[in-house]
T-cell receptor, first 116, second 108 residues
Framework: GAGVSQSPRYKVAKRGQDVALRCDPISGHVSLFWYQQALGQGPEFLTY????????KSGLPSDRFFAERPEGSVSTLKIQRTQQEDSAVYLC??????????????FGPGTRLTVT | AQRVTQPEKLLSVFKGAPVELKCNYS??????LFWYVQYSRQRLQLLLR??SRESIKGFTADLNKGETSFHLKKPFAQEEDSAMYYCALNVNNNDMRFGAGTRLTVKP
C-alpha cells in the first residue's frame, strides 16, 4: 500500500471546538500508535491499539482526548473543547506485530492542528 | 523516570567530516533504543535499532550501559545526511519515548 495516511493534513480550530483526526494504517498492521509532537520537541506517546483494543492510553493528556479503532483498522483521535496548548502535530504510526520492539513503526505524515 | 536526552538541538559539519549525534537515556530496566530520522518534507522513519547491531547508510550506534548513552556516528558525513534525528527509548513494549531531536546540517 501507500503507507500510513492521515487526514486532514492541516486543521485550524477555534478554542472550544471539537476536532477529529483520522489515521489509516498500513493494511494488515496489528498495532497502531498516536503521538503528539509540539513545536521543537520530539513525538510524545499518547495511546496504543492492538487491533481494536486500546491497550495503553497512559499518554493522553486529559479526558478531552479520546481515541478509537472500532474495527481494528482506521483510527480516530478526537479532541473535545480544544485549547491552545493542544496545538501540535499529531502523528499516527502502525506496525505489523505487537508492540514497538520487534516490529518497525511506520509513521504517517501527521496532522498539524492549530487552535486559535 | 524514563527519558531520552539529546543535548544538541543543532549540529553542523562539513561534508566528509565525522559526525556524532549524542543521546543519553534514563531507564531502570534493560533498554531498547532506536534512532529515527526525518528528512526534509518526508515522514519520520526508523534509521536503526541497537538490537540489530546494524549499519544503515554508514551510521552506527553503540549502546553504552555504563554511560547510559546511544550516540549515533558516521565517519564521513554526506550532504544527504542533513535531517532531523531523534533518539528513542522503548518502554513497556509499546510506549516509545523520543528525545527532542538534533537537526544535522552537512555543509558542502
Amino acid at each position: 500500500g501507500a503507507g500510513v495516511s492521515q487526514s486532514p493534513r492541516y486543521k485550524v480550530a477555534k478554542r472550544g471546538q471539537d476536532v477529529a483526526l483520522r489515521c489509516d494504517p498500513i493494511s494488515g498492521h496489528v498495532s497502531l500508535f498516536w503521538y503528539q509532537q509540539a513545536l521543537g520537541q520530539g513525538p510524545e506517546f499518547l495511546t496504543y491499539f492492538q487491533n481494536e483494543a486500546q491497550l495503553d492510553k497512559s499518554g493522553l493528556p486529559s479526558d478531552r482526548f479520546f481515541a478509537e479503532r472500532p474495527e481494528g483498522s482506521v483510527s480516530t483521535l478526537k479532541i473535545q473543547r480544544t485549547q491552545q496548548e493542544d496545538s501540535a502535530v499529531y502523528l499516527c504510526a502502525s506496525s505489523l506485530g505487537f508492540g514497538g520492539v520487534a516490529y518497525e513503526q511506520y509513521f504517517g505524515p501527521g496532522t498539524r492542528l492549530t487552535v486559535t | 523516570a524514563q527519558r531520552v536526552t539529546q543535548p544538541e538541538k543543532l549540529l553542523s559539519v562539513f561534508k566528509g567530516a565525522p559526525v556524532e549525534l549524542k543521546c543519553n537515556y534514563s531507564y531502570s530496566g534493560s533498554p531498547e533504543l532506536f534512532w529515527y530520522v526525518q528528512y526534509s518534507r518526508q515522514r519520520l522513519q526508523l534509521l536503526l535499532r541497537h538490537i540489530s547491531r546494524e549499519s544503515i547508510k554508514g551510521f552506527t550506534a553503540d549502546l553504552n550501559k555504563g554511560e547510559t548513552s546511544f550516540h549515533l556516528k558516521k565517519p564521513f558525513a554526506q550532504e544527504e545526511d542533513s535531517a532531523m534525528y531523534y533518539c528513542a527509548l522503548n518502554v513497556n513494549n509499546n510506549d516509545m519515548r523520543f528525545g527532542a531531536g538534533t537537526r544535522l546540517t552537512v555543509k558542502p
